[in-house]
């Protein structure tokens, strides 16, 4: 488990005040530059991701429980790996300014279910009290060392608001829509 003075930061411990764009689990600091959206389950309404897309890079991010003394990235990031290759695709396990993360090739299908080339891809972690902040990263930010700064700022600006509810290590944080914000009428069904 870590604990980070430069983020991402867990909103029981923080002490500054700024503004954010609140998803239940996930606080989000207001930016000029970075579009914020949402993935939304169609069958049932739950948010399942909160994406930020930053001059041609996106990271999806999402959290889950994780015990109160151990981390869970070095396991969460084994069982990402396992699935890319039951998928067809490949990852490397590299260290860079998030620490330990996954690069990964994805598979794409087309229309009709038949391989039709790769994606890439890059999974980051971080272990923070009783919490792990996910993301994976796509776009310019894998190639180009800038952009690749823009978003590692990105995910360390994030606030996990995990709660004091007992839950189940990899068990996911709740997200929301916003209070306020426009849902198009075919997903904002009960």
Request: glycine residues 10%.
């Amino acid at each position: 488990m870590q604990f980070s003075a430069i983020g991402p930061f867990d909103s029981d411990e923080l002490q500054e005040v700024r503004p954010y764009v609140d998803f239940g689990a996930l606080r989000i600091e207001p930016r000029a530059d970075v579009t914020i959206s949402v993935d939304i389950e169609p069958s049932t309404g739950r948010v399942l991701y909160v994406t930020l897309d930053c001059n041609g890079s996106k990271i999806k991010l999402s959290a889950v429980a994780a015990p109160k003394n151990d981390g869970i990235w070095t396991e969460v990031r084994a069982a990402i790996a396992t699935r890319i290759l039951e998928e067809g695709g490949s990852s490397e396990e590299s260290v860079g300014p998030l620490g330990v993360h996954l690069d990964a090739r994805l598979p794409l299908v087309d229309e009709q279910g038949r391989p039709s080339g790769y994606r890439l891809a890059r999974y980051v972690g971080f272990d923070g009290p009783r919490w792990l902040l996910r993301g994976e990263i796509s776009g310019a930010a894998l190639g180009d060392i800038r952009a690749e700064a823009e978003i590692v700022e990105l995910f360390r600006s994030v606030i996990v608001a995990r709660g004091d509810e007992p839950l189940p290590p990899n068990e996911t944080l709740t997200l929301r829509v916003p209070p306020g914000s426009v849902v198009p009428p075919e997903l904002n069904q009960p």
